[in-house]
């Protein structure tokens, strides 16, 4: 190893504070790997570091494991290369011992710090794509792309890619690219735009340095729409030769028109309304019918319907199985898909109140994608917060909000996690942020309506609510405003207000919402215990999602002083 090479026991020491790092604790796969690699270099038996010898020996897998069918060694060395550069490049940037892996190598080299060669990923964001033609429909295309552009490269080593949700918010924006790297994080930005010739789409890509704005790579493509899964595979390609040493992962989807229909999917399902929810489930659907291995097809008809579930759009016993259903066919097909792991964890907390099981899930998600913004948001929410481990539950929100600054509903579920654990004055304060950049996302104004509320400020509760309410479309989270704005009614000394509520939660009950949960929450500030015990009953009979929030949600306080049951162990 030469002689500046580090003592083993100083690799060791090393060693064990990786290992005890947040980025290798989740993950036991990565610290066999480690573990086995390192100790068998230093024991001088780096020849045996083989493929199927990994596989076996540090992975678990059986000895009739075969590297050309199963690629587990690769995928998890690759992710090993990029933890280590991520812990070098923040806590670890201090140490004087490095242990760094080659690209192409399972042999690990140990150097001091000034020889190390781990280099911090670059972080890139890609900006939707313009649309410059004259259909206005192909902006499905133009976003979808965009997206796609998002996935591959964030899978791709020595590279770290913002999320879809922050870089979209600059969608039609005229910013300087500077500014926009400033707000992002990034230090690269990707643009592009679409324009159409006949049957033919022409794109503009172009790769920018945000420190100056000076264009670094740029190409130009042109192909009609049945050639989108060669195009996107193309242009990450291109992408990421000019910026990482690593390769894309290759395009999952088989089927051009079925890629097609998960583009126009995407572009559906990123409008958080319920006509953008139920468009998105028929083109998802369309697609796996056409190409039944796309995996992230499935992941989404998966998050479609727990979604659905948690806006009250659906009864639970008709959109939950279906979303385990298309959860586990994702992860059959790509157990490395940190969506499908996610939509499983959150069928299983959310419907089954299974909260260990639902735990081992995100693991498994945070593992393949530890990037993956909607897996710390899900767990934070729905799996910590029921739970009761407050402080891990803020902690992961704050981790989906550092991946993802400019999501509007991360943003929103940090003042969820923050009203949950009653820091009612943070709360709105989170909330008047969260309207002042995203003013459009009716979701910040009707929970700030809650806090309003269990907060007895009731006035302002009810102006909230009221105003809100003319803006909304569909009945997407009209059940959670309705509960509040009847709790504030009844809380203020206008019963009869709140028991109009009622009646309207009692007609959207019968069309199809779900709504026994926050009309418990309005018969609690009636003084209807029995009430609202038996909605809350109804309500976990009929496995609401929100029902599993009861133990900590504010406004059951005068239910719960009363010594009433209001936690799940009353109705099992």
């Known amino acids: 190893m030469g002689d500046s090479a580090p003592s083993a026991g100083t690799v060791r020491e090393q060693l064990e504070l990786i290992l005890a790092s947040s980025g290798f604790r989740a993950s ?87 020889e190390a060669v781990a280099k911090s990923p670059r972080t890139v964001a890609v900006l939707p794509l313009m649309n410059l033609t004259t259909d206005n429909a192909a902006g499905y295309f133009c976003d979808g792309l965009a997206e796609e552009l998002i996935d591959l490269l964030a899978r791709t080593e020595g590279l770290r890619v913002v999320a879809r949700t922050s870089s979209f918010r600059f969608k039609g924006v005229q910013a300087d690219v500077r500014e926009i790297g400033r707000r992002l994080g990034a230090d690269l930005l990707i643009e592009g735009a679409v324009r159409s010739a006949g049957d033919r789409y022409r794109i503009t890509i172009r790769l920018l340095s945000t420190a100056d704005g000076c264009e670094i790579w740029a190409s130009r493509y042109d192909r009609t729409s049945h050639d989108v899964l060669e195009l996107e595979s193309e242009i990450a390609a291109s992408i990421a030769s000019s910026l990482s040493s690593g390769t894309p992962p290759a395009v999952s989807a088989t089927d051009a028109e079925g890629a097609m229909l998960y583009l126009q999917a995407r572009h559906a399902w990123n409008q958080r309304s319920e006509t953008g929810f139920r468009r998105a489930l028929e083109l998802y659907t369309a697609a796996t019918g056409r190409d039944p291995g796309a995996a992230k097809a499935w992941s989404g008809i998966a998050e479609c319907h727990v979604l659905m579930n948690m806006h009250g759009l659906a009864l639970p016993h008709v959109c939950m199985p279906k979303a385990r259903e298309a959860a586990l066919k994702a992860v059959a097909i790509d157990p490395g898909l940190a969506s499908a792991w996610s939509a499983l964890a959150a069928v299983t907390a959310l419907y089954d109140r299974k909260f260990e099981s639902a735990e081992e899930h995100w693991r498994k998600a945070l593992e393949s994608d530890p990037a993956y913004a909607t897996a710390h948001h899900w767990y934070a929410c729905f799996g910590l917060i029921p739970m009761q481990r407050m402080n891990q539950a803020l902690d992961q929100i704050r981790e989906a909000e550092r991946l993802d600054p400019l999501s509007a509903p991360i943003l929103n579920d940090v003042v969820f996690v923050l009203y949950w654990n009653r820091r009612f004055d943070d709360a709105i304060e989170q909330c008047r942020k969260n309207i002042a950049l995203n003013p459009e996302f009716h979701r910040d104004y009707i929970l700030l309506a809650r806090v309003y509320a269990a907060h007895g400020r009731y006035r302002e509760s009810v102006d909230t609510c009221l105003k809100v309410r003319e803006q909304l479309d569909g009945v997407s989270f009209l059940p959670y405003l309705l509960g509040t704005l009847g709790f504030a009614y009844a809380s203020s000394g206008n019963p009869e207000a709140a028991q109009e509520v009622l009646g309207e939660l009692r007609h959207l009950e019968a069309r199809g919402a779900v709504t026994a949960h926050e009309r418990a929450v309005v018969a609690t500030a009636l003084g209807d215990w029995d009430a609202a015990i038996r909605e809350l009953k109804t309500a976990y009979e009929q496995r609401t999602g929100f029902a599993v929030f009861v133990p900590v949600e504010p406004l059951f306080d005068a239910l719960r002083a009363r010594g009433l049951p209001a936690g799940a162990a009353a109705f099992t």
């Open 28 to 114: 036991e796969s990565l610290r066999r790997l480690l573990r086995y690699t390192v100790e068998a270099a230093l024991a001088g038996r780096g020849d045996s570091l083989k493929e199927y010898t990994l596989g076996v020996e540090a992975l678990g897998r059986a000895e009739s494991f075969d590297p050309r069918q199963d690629t587990i060694v690769r995928v998890q060395a690759r992710k090993l290369r990029e933890r280590l550069a991520a812990y070098y490049a923040a806590g670890g940037s201090g140490e004087p011992c490095r242990i760094v892996y080659r690209p192409g190598s399972y042999l690990p080299a140990f150097t001091v710090a000034h």
